[in-house]
């Protein structure tokens, strides 16, 4: 069956500009997290969604950073005026419930110049 | 300020020997641990869990040791194969399971 995606794979920009990445959890999955792997570093939480609960946003660096999941589906981070310590690989899982480990897609480097 | 640590970024083991990697932590109030297994440009794979009424947990060549007095757990790979060799990342939750706190990894490298 299909995992998590993740679009796009790669993504390049410059200092100051937004950029949007994309999740498409596995169906029927309703906990989906988000995380970033910084270079020689662990991954590091960032956002959690469960079912129609409230997310928990309390991984978010600062408020150029935001979240949203339609639907119960898809999930798309937004990243405003970007910075150069924003670059990372940014990594989207699921799991059919919180309890269950979760699947993690295969990420979208992002690198910022 | 880390609550997962895994204090060797890598370790090189022999075909067929035991691999050891290890995890430390810090918060009392974690108690459902997971090992994930990383390739390179791929994201990381679930490979065994253990929770904190246990403190073993056997899946084929993989067993996770757990010392809550000690606040470690272990991971052991026996034997050990070179498609082992990846990043091995512990992780670490309360009972909410919203948020999982990951190590920095341990980068196994499996010699034939």
């Known amino acids: 069956g299909a995992g998590v995606s993740q679009s796009p794979s790669n993504k390049v920009t410059e200092k100051g500009k937004d950029v949007e990445l994309r999740c498409d959890p596995i169906s029927g999955h309703t906990a989906l997290y988000w995380y970033r792997q910084s270079l020689g570093q662990g991954l590091e939480f960032l956002i959690y969604f469960q079912g129609n609960s409230a997310p928990d946003k309390s991984g978010l660096p600062s408020d150029r950073f935001s979240a949203e999941r339609t639907g119960g589906s898809v999930s798309t981070l937004t990243i405003q005026r970007t910075q150069q310590e924003d670059s990372a690989v940014y990594l989207c899982a699921s799991s059919p419930s919180p309890r269950d480990p979760a699947a993690f897609g295969p990420g979208t480097r992002l690198t910022v110049l | ?112």
């Not at chain 2, 794979?45 to 993989?62: H, M, Q, V, W």
């Open chain 2, 1 to 112: 300020d880390q609550q997962v640590k895994q204090n060797s970024p890598s370790l090189s083991v022999q075909e067929g020997r035991i691999s050891i990697l290890n995890c430390d932590y810090t918060n009392s109030m974690f108690d459902y641990f997971l090992w994930y297994k990383k390739y390179p440009a791929e994201g990381p794979t679930f490979l065994i869990s253990i929770s904190s009424i246990k403190d073993k947990n056997e899946d084929g060549r993989f067993t996770v040791f757990l010392n809550k007095s000690a606040k470690h757990l272990s991971l052991h790979i026996v034997p050990s194969q070179p498609g082992d060799s990846a990043v091995y990342f512990c992780a670490a939750s309360g009972n909410n399971f919203n948020k999982f706190y990951f190590g920095s990894g341990t980068k196994l490298n499996v010699k034939p």
